[in-house]
């Protein structure tokens, strides 16, 4: 996991510029969260703010002790795969099953096909939103002074 400042809105609009994987892998949205919101603005105009917010989970959950997994898996899936995460009815016919006898790789499919939506879908939205330009114009202000 790295930790990453953001000096700047330079330094944050570089980073976004990376790609949804270096903002995930790098477990930066609680900073996007209270320094720079703008990305989880956007996803929550969009009603898909669960997205992410599963991903994280999943995160949490690959880390979970052998003792905890069965209350973190039912958790999970009555916050995310019952109610609003964008995933087909086959995955989430299959996390049911897998909740019954949780592992700590129950969650992998889903957690990629949400990660592949956020990739191909939201993010490269998100890079041509009104959230991106408003962020962006703060650069460029912040360059002139």
Not at 74 to 97: G, L, M, P
């Amino acid at each position: 996991m790295c930790v990453y400042a953001f000096r700047s809105p330079v330094d944050l609009c570089c980073f976004l510029r990376q790609g949804i994987l270096t903002l995930l892998h790098c477990h930066i949205i609680q900073d996007v969260k209270a320094d720079n919101p703008h990305y989880l603005e956007f996803l929550k105009s969009e009603f898909s703010d669960e997205n992410i917010e599963f991903w994280l989970a999943c995160e949490d959950y690959k880390k979970t002790q052998a003792d905890n997994l069965h209350s973190k898996a039912e958790k999970i899936y009555k916050e995310f795969v019952q109610s609003n995460v964008n995933i087909d009815f086959h995955t989430r016919k299959d996390i049911a099953k897998e909740a019954q006898d949780p592992t700590p790789s129950s969650f992998n499919e889903a957690q990629r096909l949400v990660f592949v939506l956020m990739e191909r879908d939201s993010y490269p939205r998100f890079l041509k939103s009104r959230f991106y330009r408003n962020l962006l114009s703060k650069v460029e202000c912040n360059s002139l002074k």
